[in-house]
T-cell receptor, first 112, second 113 residues
Framework: DAKTTQPPSMDCAEGRAANLPCNHSTISGNEYVYWYRQIHSQGPQYIIHGLKNNETNEMASLIITEDRKSSTLILPHATLRDTAVYYC?????????????FGKGTRLSVIA | DVKVTQSSRYLVKRTGEKVFLECVQD?????MFWYRQDPGLGLRLIYFSYDVKMKEKGDIPEGYSVSREKKERFSLILESASTNQTSMYLCASSTMRGFGELFFGEGSRLTVL
């Protein structure tokens, strides 16, 4: 699976959009981009995933560049409860038995 | 909603004790996983299972074993606990085709004295 690079930490004002970047320049054509988050003292929580089209669900939006070498997770109106570590993971979905490999993620702090 | 339940939120054990960490999921998922999480090291995969009685080693299986006798239950066993196994242990499950969409339990924080 391709490696990802994320900034170690970011701040965001409450009510503003939080844009979390992820670089995955070695991604291959059949690899998906997954995002998880982990709130303090809890297990990670799945947020969203995509292949090449932008995706949106009730939690967030995922924007993948046309060359697929980077992506951005957008939390449209960040709240204090969105303070967490956010993980960007790239893997081949639907095939094989290769589990997810979590990196160190980005620690997002939402500030009142 | 999928629920993954880990038997103990906090445990304190002594060096050399045998430790069982239990995990149960209620959504008939085929795949189950055990990770450990340590500061600065992130989540590391210990073992996973994609069927009853099947198991696969992850990145750090040494010092651990697992058991999956029933589909809903996946146990992590520390045969002889050591202080370097003090950690947060996280269980997760997913459907057979959903290897990327994991549902995690709340974690078990183990301290080995």
């Amino acid at each position: 699976d391709a490696k990802t690079t994320q900034p170690p930490s970011m701040d965001c004002a409450e009510g503003r959009a939080a844009n979390l970047p992820c670089n995955h320049s070695t991604i291959s054509g059949n690899e998906y981009v997954y995002w998880y988050r982990q709130i303090h003292s809890q297990g990670p929580q799945y947020i969203i995933h995509g292949l090449k089209n932008n995706e949106t669900n009730e939690m967030a939006s995922l924007i993948i560049t046309e060359d697929r070498k980077s992506s951005t997770l957008i939390l449209p109106h960040a709240t204090l409860r969105d303070t967490a570590v956010y993980y960007c993971i790239v893997r081949v979905a639907m095939t094989g038995n290769t589990p997810l490999v979590f990196g160190k993620g980005t620690r997002l702090s939402v500030i009142a | 909603d999928v629920k993954v339940t880990q038997s103990s939120r906090y445990l304190v054990k002594r060096t050399g004790e045998k430790v069982f960490l239990e995990c149960v999921q209620d959504m008939d998922h085929e795949n189950m996983f055990w990770y450990r999480q340590d500061p600065g090291l992130g989540l590391r995969l210990i073992y996973f299972s994609y069927d009853v009685k099947m198991k696969e080693k992850g990145d750090i299986p040494e010092g651990y074993s697992v058991s999956r006798e029933k589909k809903e239950r996946f146990s992590l066993i520390l045969e002889s606990a050591s202080t370097n196994q003090t950690s947060m242990y996280l269980c997760a499950s997913s459907t057979m085709r959903g290897f990327g969409e994991l549902f995690f339990g709340e974690g078990s924080r183990l301290t080995v004295l």
